[in-house]
């Protein structure tokens, strides 16, 4: 029997709550913090998605960070801004006048700055040494400075490859979870790196680190497709914010890596409600913004249907 919208979403409901019965690790339901109601159905992109623009290397039209929350509003009708530290021409060097521009150009454009993804090569807050680790945890917390002069409400660390000495990690978590509490910043967790081959790491995460962290769902970032939708089903009702990430659309619209709609529909059926920032690079701008365009309308159609 075919079931409606409706039935198929409360059907969802149903299974992703029996999975978490069924598994200890899995957290039962997103602390009411981890929601932002004037955030819901809001959509925006993850600035690392126009990479190429930003740094003036992209077929067609470049611009700056500085012009990307107009172009976002009033050409493609998006409003989330979910930075990258690599969106920067220089974050190492980055002052406080220029974030102060920046804060003013999203607030004109009636944007708004969510997250900043810290993604600063070459530091390891999961060293054996103790020296390495100060060092990174010290450049995470500058960069918590900047999310919280910004108005950012969370920041993520970039999660490595190698999966880490748990302890040290969520020791380090735990220090820069204190550091952002002090700054109304909270860390979050995304499904990165090492991470992408558990659909329970997020969870787990989460948990071990215990307070002012949540998880920030990247929907692409899982090694096969059965861990996708169970590590979405899993990760989703601690989520914050989600990088609804798409990659090669076929010639008809077709997304063949993964479904989309599923993968929306595992996140609905979760409570999460946005914001939901898109995460599609293409060097053509052009072909870029036309992406955007295809995901904000998919996703606007399917949240119209999942609350009709």
């Known amino acids: 029997m075919l079931l409606d919208r409706r039935q198929f979403l409360n059907a ?3 299974a992703i709550a029996s999975a978490r019965a069924a598994t200890p690790n899995v957290a039962v339901a997103a602390p009411p913090s981890n929601r932002v109601p004037e955030l819901a159905g809001a959509i925006g992109i993850v600035t690392a998605s126009a990479h190429s623009q930003l740094l003036g290397k992209a077929t067609g039209r470049n611009f700056s ?5 107009g172009i976002l509003k009033h050409e493609l009708d998006l409003r989330v801004v979910d930075l990258n530290t690599s ?9 406080r006048a220029y974030l102060d521009k920046l804060r003013t150009a999203v607030a004109d454009a009636g944007c708004v700055m969510t997250n900043l993804k810290m993604n600063q090569r070459g530091i390891d807050m999961n060293s054996s040494d103790k020296d390495v680790r100060n060092k990174a945890l010290a450049e995470y917390k500058r960069s918590i400075d900047i999310a919280s002069q910004l108005g950012c ?9 190698p999966r880490p000495d748990m302890a040290i990690h969520v020791a380090g978590y735990r220090e820069l ?20 081959a558990d659909p329970d790491s997020v969870v787990n995460l989460v948990t071990a680190i215990g307070g002012n962290v949540a998880a920030g769902v990247d929907t692409g970032n899982w090694d096969s497709n ?3 939708y169970a590590g979405l089903a899993n990760s989703f009702p601690l989520a914050a914010t989600c990088d609804f990430k798409a990659r090669t ?3 008809n619209g077709e997304h063949k890596e993964y479904d989309l709609h599923r993968c929306f529909d595992i996140a609905w059926a979760s409570g999460f409600r946005g914001p939901w920032a898109l ?8 072909t870029l913004f036309s992406g955007f365009s295809r995901l904000r309308d998919m996703l606007r159609r399917w949240i119209k249907e999942a609350i009709s």
């Open 87 to 95: 969106s920067f021409a220089n974050f190492a060097n980055v002052d």
């Open 249 to 251: 659309f076929g010639p």
């Open 153 to 161: 409400r969370w920041v993520r660390p970039l999660p490595d490859k």
């Open 226 to 228: 059965e861990i996708r």
């Open 279 to 286: 995460e599609h690079s293409n060097s053509n701008t052009e």
């Open 12 to 14: 969802s409901a149903v």
């Open 65 to 69: 960070l500085l012009e990307l929350p």
């Open 177 to 196: 979870c204190d550091y952002g509490a002090e700054r109304n910043v909270k860390l979050l967790v995304e499904n990165f790196g090492w991470m992408q």
